[in-house]
């Protein structure tokens, strides 16, 4: 028995036993789905038990790091399948605080919406689960196995609303493409393979840099690979699927996606390309990879946001909104060529205000419906600030985070971005990033247009509006995470530069 | 490459044997169709209904069930035959596994996926 092994592996057990857990109370629990209480469902249990889980995941990665996860004993005996490391504990964490905030707020909007089944709960846990195997993987079969664990969980959380063709569309499209994805992965997998005799990354690495390969074949699974996490984290010409998912899926369902499967997909793209493809003759901008994560991250972030700004949903519009956002992060991650630690700081930094800032936002619009009537619109949240000011202003932070203003969370994501781009002499993509935040307020500004200067309509969703304490407090401690990372960035910057992977 | 030519001979050699015997059976043989004969094959007895039918969803589903327990023998057969040199630790580690199964088959079971009549 080694317990300095499981105290490092801690977070993922505590998680993936908790998700058996809620999987067992959830088919004893009572069959309540057609109470018309709106607390008598299965959510107002699963939600706590899924919340306390995943929060106390993040507390044990938390504390791991505190011990150190090199000073424990036997913490490296599950590499190279899984590495754990200060890299790892940090992506654990973000996942795990973005999956509790997510399943607060199913525990708001199932039943409200009468979709209150208690599946949502193991299969958001188990989906944590993935994406925490993901963001930890060495390996890249373990790589595969954490991206299937994550998104098979994901399609069906996206298909939930059974009954709608909407919802059912949403998942299908997903799913197909999400298969094919995978695919594209495991072929890149296959052929690097191929042409190292290695699956671990770090094998790859040494098999790279001692040479004597067939150079074309890396070629093409470098870009399989790349292609196959460019889908997962909705790059520019992979995010066909993204707005139909984020819009037909139940608004937990989609802050999940939007938070915790692009996180994990962040996580695996940095640890891929800084690992596998890392030695400097692959990270040049002559040859190898940044040129193409360049590309990327100008078409996403371009695209994304003119096509945001012509949306009239206000759901889709955060849809192309974490498009847009994913761009920036690219920035980010074509930045780690030349500044190998602040470039991954930035983008570690980045990825956890996001997620707060996110979810805050897509909980906020949930606030603003009520059973039966979404808010889905702009008209639907006109005159909002005056007959719930504390809903507009929490959604109000949560935008003006997401549009990069001070002194939230968002502003300081992109500042060390912009920062670490111009450090690197990427001048031209800073200047994009830039030239793409001011359009980018746009769209979210007019949120706010319509919240506080339109008179309210009649008939409007908020009129009836839903009370949750679950929504509620998941807004509380995103704002107050918002508000916090705003005010002491360098504290987690820090963190976050003693997170990035070492050269 | 020199090592796939036999396997690309087994192919042309089946390609060629098998269009030879239908061209020339359909050359040579003697035609006699009669309506019973031109209808599709159904074990010989006479066909009823049309060709797509939809299966019922429980299929699926056993079939999926099936699945995870094919998985978990797949896997108990090394271990059956390491079983002495894993010792303890293998057998903790089979136990740690079945046990998750155990937990999964609870759940289809109190969900009622197990039940045909539903």
Redesign the interface.
């Known amino acids: 028995m080694k317990t300095g092994l499981y105290l490092s592996i801690s977070p993922l057990l505590v998680v993936a036993l908790g998700g ?1 857990l809620l ?2 109370a959830e ?2 629990s009572h069959h309540r789905e057609e109470h018309e209480s709106r607390s008598a469902g299965p959510s107002s249990e699963l939600a706590l038990g899924t919340a306390i889980t995943l929060f106390t995941g993040a507390i044990f990665a938390a504390a791991v790091w505190f011990v150190g996860p090199e000073k424990l004993d036997g913490s490296q005996d599950l590499a190279p399948w899984l590495i754990i490391d200060r890299f790892t504990l940090f992506f654990a964490f973000t996942i795990c605080v973005g999956g509790g905030l997510a399943s607060l707020l199913a525990g708001g909007y199932l039943p409200e919406h009468r979709i209150d089944r208690g599946e949502f709960y193991p299969l958001l846990t188990f989906s944590s689960v993935g994406a925490i195997i993901l963001a930890a993987a060495g390996d890249v079969l373990t790589l595969f196995l954490g991206l299937e664990i994550m998104s098979l969980g994901v399609y069906a959380l996206t298909g939930f609303r059974r009954g709608s063709a909407r919802s059912t569309e949403a998942s299908m499209k997903y799913f197909l493409l999400g298969s094919f994805a995978a695919a594209l992965l495991l072929y890149g997998a296959a052929l690097i393979y191929g042409a190292t005799g290695h699956t671990d990354l770090a094998g790859i690495r040494a098999a790279l840099v001692a040479g004597n390969l067939n150079y074309g074949l890396v070629l093409i699974a470098v870009t399989l690979m790349i292609v196959g996490l460019a889908f997962k984290i909705s790059a520019v010409p992979f995010h066909m699927w993204t707005p139909d998912a984020y819009e037909g899926a139940p608004t937990p369902a989609t802050s999940f996606m939007a938070v915790v499967v692009k996180s994990a997909a962040f996580a695996t793209m940095l640890r891929v390309l800084l690992v596998a493809f890392g030695q400097p003759e692959l990270s040049s901008w002559g040859a190898g990879w940044p040129p193409i994560i360049a590309t990327l991250a100008v078409l996403t972030m371009t695209v994304a946001n003119l096509i945001a700004g012509r949306q009239e949903s206000v759901k889709r519009m955060l849809a192309y909104s974490s498009i847009a956002h994913a761009g920036y992060i690219l920035v980010g991650v074509t930045t780690t060529m030349r500044l190998h630690e602040d470039g991954q700081a930035s983008v570690m930094f980045y990825l956890l205000a996001y997620t707060v800032s996110t979810i805050g936002a897509f909980g906020a619009l949930i606030l603003c419906g009520s059973r039966g009537a979404e808010a889905v619109s702009y008209e639907d949240l006109s005159g909002l600030g005056k007959r719930h000011p504390a809903v507009a202003l929490v959604f109000s932070l949560f935008l003006l985070s997401l549009a990069g203003v001070p002194p939230t969370a968002g502003f300081f994501g992109k500042l060390y971005i912009v920062k670490g781009a111009i450090g690197a002499g990427l001048y031209p993509l800073s200047v994009i990033l830039l030239l793409n935040s001011v359009l980018g307020a746009y769209y979210y500004l007019r949120v706010l247009v319509f919240m506080y200067m339109r008179e309210p309509a009649p008939g409007a969703p908020f009129a009836r509006p839903m009370k949750s304490g679950y929504v509620t407090s998941a807004l509380v401690l995103a704002a107050v995470a918002v508000v916090a990372l705003g005010l002491f960035p360098t504290t987690s910057l820090e963190v976050a530069v003693r997170a990035a992977l070492a050269p | 490459m020199a090592t796939y030519v036999p396997l690309l001979l087994l192919f042309l050699v089946g390609a060629v044997i098998t269009g030879a015997l239908f061209t020339l059976s359909s050359i040579l043989g003697p035609k006699n169709p009669t309506p019973e004969k031109m209808m599709p094959y159904e074990c010989g007895s006479e066909s009823t209904g049309g060709r797509f039918v939809k299966p019922s969803v429980k299929f699926y589903l056993t079939a999926i069930l099936f699945v995870v327990f094919d998985i978990e023998v797949v896997l108990m057969y090394p271990w059956a035959i390491q079983f002495r040199t894993l010792g303890w630790g293998g057998m903790a580690t089979m136990g740690s596994f079945v046990s998750l199964l155990v937990v999964a088959l609870i759940y289809v079971w109190k969900k009622g996926a197990l039940e045909w009549e539903t």
Request: charged share 0%.
């Open positions: 058996a999987m067992l088919a004893f």
